[in-house]
C-alpha cells in the first residue's frame, strides 16, 4: 500500500509477491555488484544499526551495503549507547528515527523490536532476535533459487535446535510453499501449537528420517546467542543431531547443504559436509550483502527504482 510505512520485523511481514520483488531486486542489484556498475539509489541516506548482540556478517553486510548504494551508517551497540543505562526502547526509537532513514536492529526478545518499531518513524528492520533471523533465510532462499530454481514444492530439512532459524523457514514454508522437516532433540521441540502449519511442517523424531529425499539440508549451532549458561546440557542432547556425510547421503542427490554462520566443525556438523562439494555457504554467507540491499531499497523506495 503505498505511504504505509513497512518494517520488516518477521518473514511473514511480506507477502510472496513483495518476496518475489526482493528477490528479483537482489538478482538485479548482484549482477550490477558484480560488474561493478555503481548503484547509489539512497544516497543522502542514513541506517542506523543497534547491536545488542555480536556479529560479523549482519554487521558486514549492512554496512557495505548500505555504503554501497550512496547511503551512510551509523553503528550503536548496547555498551556504547544510553541502551546500556536503561532509556526505555520507546524513546530511542522516537529519537533515532528522527535522524535516519532506516533502522536495523538485532536484539533479544522480539517484543523489544516490535515496540521500537511501534514508535518508529522510519522502516525497521530485524537483524536477528530470540524468535526469528528473518534477512538470513532471504539470503538462504535467494542462495537456494540461484543454485536450484524456484523453492515452491521442494522439501527443507531443518536439523537441529528450534529456534529463531527454525521458525523463520517456518514462515517462509507458508509463504512460498515448500515443505519443512524438522527434527529436534527431545525437550528442544518447536511450539507445538505450529502443528497447525498443517501441510508445510512434518516433525521427524529421527533426524535421518527428516533428511531423506530433502532438497535443502540445513542446521545452526545448538547453543544460540543468549542461551550460553545451557551450553554443557545442549552438548549432550543434540550429539545425535549432527549433519554428517551419511545423513547428506539420506537427501537427494543434488541436495545443497546450507548454515548461517557461524559454525562449529564437529559440534552440529562435520568438516566433510561444510567444506564439502554441496555446502553453499558461502554463496549463503555472501547473498547477505544483495538481499538485503534488495530489502533497504525497498522499504526506504518502494518500488520507485531504476
Ligand atoms: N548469520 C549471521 O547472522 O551471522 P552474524 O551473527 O555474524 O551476523
Ligand atoms: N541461532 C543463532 C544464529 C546466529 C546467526 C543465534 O541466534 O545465535
Redesign the pocket.
Known amino acids: 500500500m503505498a505511504g504505509r510505512l513497512r518494517h520488516f520485523l518477521q518473514f511473514a511481514d511480506f507477502d510472496h509477491i513483495e518476496l518475489a520483488w526482493v528477490f528479483e531486486r537482489s538478482r538485479i542489484i548482484k549482477d550490477r555488484f558484480k560488474r561493478y556498475q555503481p548503484y547509489q539509489p539512497l544516497a543522502d541516506r542514513t541506517l542506523a544499526m543497534v547491536f545488542e ?7 558486514v ?1 549492512f554496512e557495505a551495503g548500505m555504503y554501497q548504494l550512496g547511503g551512510s551508517v551509523i553503528h550503536i551497540t548496547t555498551g556504547d549507547s544510553q541502551l546500556g543505562r536503561a532509556e526505555p526502547i520507546e524513546d530511542t526509537a522516537r529519537v533515532i528515527s528522527r535522524m535516519v532513514d532506516i533502522v536495523m536492529i ?1 536484539t533479544y526478545e522480539q517484543a523489544k523490536l516490535e515496540r521500537f518499531a511501534a514508535h518508529s518513524r522510519v522502516p525497521v528492520i530485524n ?2 532476535t530470540n524468535e526469528y ?1 528473518p ?2 533465510i532471504l539470503a538462504d532462499i535467494f542462495t537456494f533459487i540461484e543454485h536450484r530454481g524456484p523453492i515452491a514444492g521442494r522439501t527443507v530439512a531443518w536439523i537441529g535446535d528450534a529456534n529463531n532459524m527454525a521458525y523463520t523457514w517456518l514462515q517462509a514454508a507458508q509463504r512460498l510453499g515448500f515443505r519443512l522437516h524438522v527434527s529436534t532433540p527431545p525437550g528442544y521441540a518447536l511450539d507445538a501449537s505450529l502443528a497447525q502449519a498443517g501441510e508445510h511442517l512434518q516433525f521427524f523424531s529421527d533426524p535421518m528420517e527428516a533428511a531423506r529425499s530433502a532438497d535443502l539440508v540445513t542446521t545452526d549451532v545448538w547453543t544460540s ?1 543468549g542461551y550460553e549458561a545451557e551450553n554443557e546440557a545442549r552438548a549432550k542432547a543434540f550429539a545425535d543431531w549432527q549433519v554428517d556425510a551419511e545423513m547428506m547421503q539420506a537427501a537427494k542427490r543434488d541436495a545443497v547443504f546450507m548454515h ?3 559454525a562449529h566443525r564437529g559440534e552440529e556438523v562435520t568438516s566433510q559436509v561444510i567444506d564439502g562439494s554441496q555446502s553453499v555457504v558461502w554463496d549463503e ?1 555472501e547473498n ?1 550483502l544483495h538481499v538485503q540491499k534488495a530489502l533497504m531499497e525497498y522499504l526506504v523506495l518502494e518500488k520507485n527504482v531504476g
Do not use: D, N, V, Y
Open positions: 548482540k555480536a556479529s560479523t556478517r549482519t554487521r553486510s538485532r537483524g536477528l533471523h534477512c538470513q546467542m548461517c554462520l557461524p554467507a547477505r
